[in-house]
């Protein structure tokens, strides 16, 4: 079998009140919190986490609010670096995490565009070939693109980040609720852009609240519970464990195999074809390995994980 394109092995990372956890550039750059950990002590909210994922496989990661899954996520795009363990990624990422918060609210969209294209790796001609479709894809009219972005609503922010990033070529995307933002017309943008994506062979580890979005997209998941993989299997399974839990906390009788209800606002785009099999129907491209280059290795600070640098 091929080299997975992720590979977590022994995962884990520290948030602490007593120690100033390092940041990278990146976290930096994206505006990150250091969260309840600053109220005092310290806590792993991921640790142990091993898995693997290949090339044009759609991953949902699941589990209750605070179990680390946007914390994984970071992990993955090394915008985190683990404590513990060692993650490895063979190919670039295209990160779709807290979109509105990589802008510099002085500087125009316009120039946004730029800077923050330009630390995705995207070129200067490949970011005027593209400025037009990113700002149709934003749907900033009147003006905006021309104004500092500190007076763009966040659902302006959220969409010109999406629009962004949604250029970048990277074989691998790492989407954290983006779906959830947004009206219903930008929504579907953003269902036919994923599509799209992995129609294209890519690898795509999804974040979500949303049954419908991760039986819609994803063929597999992985149950995070307590920071480690309770479960990693396909995605109807994974998405039952989970019900059938938050069920018996809450006391209650387990539903017999029905999705739970999901709000209006978070099912997954009508009338839109499932994309289940897209594993398989990927499997064979070439897409993974457009960039051989951007391979990265991170260890924890432990220098753990069984994996060599
Ligand atoms: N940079 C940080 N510094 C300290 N604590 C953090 C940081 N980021 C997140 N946390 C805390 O770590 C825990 C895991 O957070 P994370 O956002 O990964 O959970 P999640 O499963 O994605 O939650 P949700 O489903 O609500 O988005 C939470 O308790 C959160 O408050």
Same mark, same amino acid.
């Given at each position: 079998m091929a080299e997975p394109v992720i590979e977590a092995e022994g995962l884990g990372i520290r948030f602490s009140a007593h120690r100033k956890r390092r940041r990278s550039l990146r976290e930096v750059l994206l505006g990150a919190r250091r969260g309840p950990a600053a109220a005092g002590g310290s806590f792993w909210p991921v640790r142990g986490a091993s898995f693997s994922v290949h090339r044009g496989e759609c991953v949902g990661i699941v589990g209750k *609010?605070?179990?680390g899954k946007s914390t994984l996520l970071k992990m993955i795009a090394g915008v985190l670096i683990p404590d513990e363990g060692r993650v490895e990624v063979r190919g670039r990422v295209a990160p779709l995490l807290e @979109?509105?918060? !990589?802008? *510099?609210?002085?500087?125009?969209g316009r120039e946004n565009i730029r800077l923050v294209g330009s630390l995705h790796g995207m070129s200067q001609e490949a970011l005027d070939e593209r400025f037009d479709e990113i700002v149709d894809f934003a749907d900033l009219? #009147? #003006? &905006?693109?021309?104004?500092?972005?500190?007076? &763009?609503s966040s659902g302006m922010k959220v969409r010109l980040g999406f629009a962004l990033v949604a250029?970048? $070529?990277?074989?691998i995307m790492l989407v954290d609720e983006? @779906?959830?933002? !947004?009206?219903q017309e930008f929504r579907q943008k953003c269902y036919a852009a994923i599509e799209r994506m992995l129609a294209d062979g890519r690898t795509m580890v999804l974040v979500s609240h949303s049954d419908a979005d991760l039986r819609h997209f994803c063929g597999r998941g992985l149950y995070l519970k307590d920071g480690a993989v309770a479960l990693d299997s396909g995605i109807d399974t994974v998405l039952d464990a989970y019900q059938q839990d938050l069920t018996a906390e809450e006391g209650g009788p387990a539903p017999s195999g029905e999705a739970r209800e999901e709000p209006?606002? $978070?099912?997954?785009?009508?009338g839109a074809p499932s994309r289940r099999g897209g594993a398989e129907a990927a499997a064979g491209t070439d897409a993974g390995r457009k960039d051989p280059g951007a391979r990265r290795r991170i260890r924890g600070r432990d220098g753990g994980g069984g994996g060599a640098a």
């Open positions: *609010n605070g179990t @979109l509105r918060a !990589g802008f *510099n609210g002085q500087l125009t009219r #009147g #003006g &905006y693109i021309d104004m500092p972005v500190r007076h &763009y250029q970048l $070529e990277h074989p983006v @779906l959830a933002v !947004g009206d209006a606002g $978070e099912r997954a785009a009508p």
